[in-house]
């Protein structure tokens, strides 16, 4: 069984472009997390969505990042404009349920730098 | 307050030998879920080892191991006969149950060096 995928893994834009991630969670997991590390720093956790609805957008930094998950299959993470501390690795991680025993699967990331 | 603390930014270890990486949480939640991850240099994030609060016995997984203290909230990874290819970040992470919806909150990693 395919694991979380995760495209493009690296992207190199200039600040004021806009870039999109593309998260495809495992086959049948409803719950799709979005987390970043910039800078070295901590996992932070961005937002979490159950099938196509956002559960908790607490995390998103602020409204230059917009996030959907077109029929509760893939997920897009859109930065627009990016801006120079938007740099980091996003990660995507999907589980089957909210327990805190269920495992999350995370996909291998993409590092986003910003010039 | 910080939820983990990894207070560890870095650790060296000899190969062959085993090293301890520290983990603390705190949480008011009576049902938790411990997770440790591995990154290595290739970015991916690895899991290894996951520990329940309401666990009597503390977690193995082949080499890896959870030295879970619950009264202290500790959740220390141990891993036994180092490699070389055990060199990477590691991460403490931790799941709620009640709050946070399930998303996991992370420690600042602790980087490991194994020595040949």
């Known amino acids: 069984e395919a694991g979380v995928t995760q495209f493009p893994s690296h992207s190199v834009i200039e600040k004021g472009q806009t870039v999109t991630l593309r998260c495809d969670p495992i086959s049948g997991h409803d719950n799709l997390y979005w987390y970043r590390r910039v800078m070295g720093k901590e996992i932070k956790f961005l937002l979490h969505f159950v099938k196509e609805s956002k559960q908790d957008e607490s995390g998103m930094p602020n409204n230059r990042f917009l996030a959907e998950r077109t029929g509760g299959t893939y997920s897009t993470l859109k930065v627009q404009p990016a801006e120079l501390e938007d740099s980091g690795v996003y990660f995507c991680?999907?589980?089957?349920?909210?327990?805190?025993?269920?495992?999350?699967?995370f996909g291998p990331g993409t590092r986003l730098t910003v010039l | 307050a910080q939820k983990i603390t990894q207070t560890q930014p870095g650790m060296f270890v000899q190969e062959k030998e085993a090293v301890t990486l520290d983990c603390t949480y705190d949480t008011s939640d009576p049902s938790y879920g411990l997770f440790w991850y591995k990154q290595p240099s290739s970015g991916e994030m690895i899991f290894l080892i996951y520990q329940g609060s309401y666990d009597q016995q503390n977690a193995t997984e082949g080499r890896y191991s959870l030295n879970f203290q619950k009264a202290r909230k500790s959740a220390n990874l141990v891993i036994s006969a180092s490699q070389l290819g055990d060199s990477a970040m590691y991460f403490c992470?931790?799941?709620?149950?009640?709050?946070?919806?399930?998303?996991?909150?992370f420690g600042d990693g602790t980087t490991l060096t194994v020595k040949p």
């Open positions: 991680a999907s589980s089957p349920g909210l327990a805190g025993e269920a495992e999350q699967f």
């Open positions: 992470a931790m799941r709620e149950r009640l709050s946070n919806a399930g998303k996991s909150t």
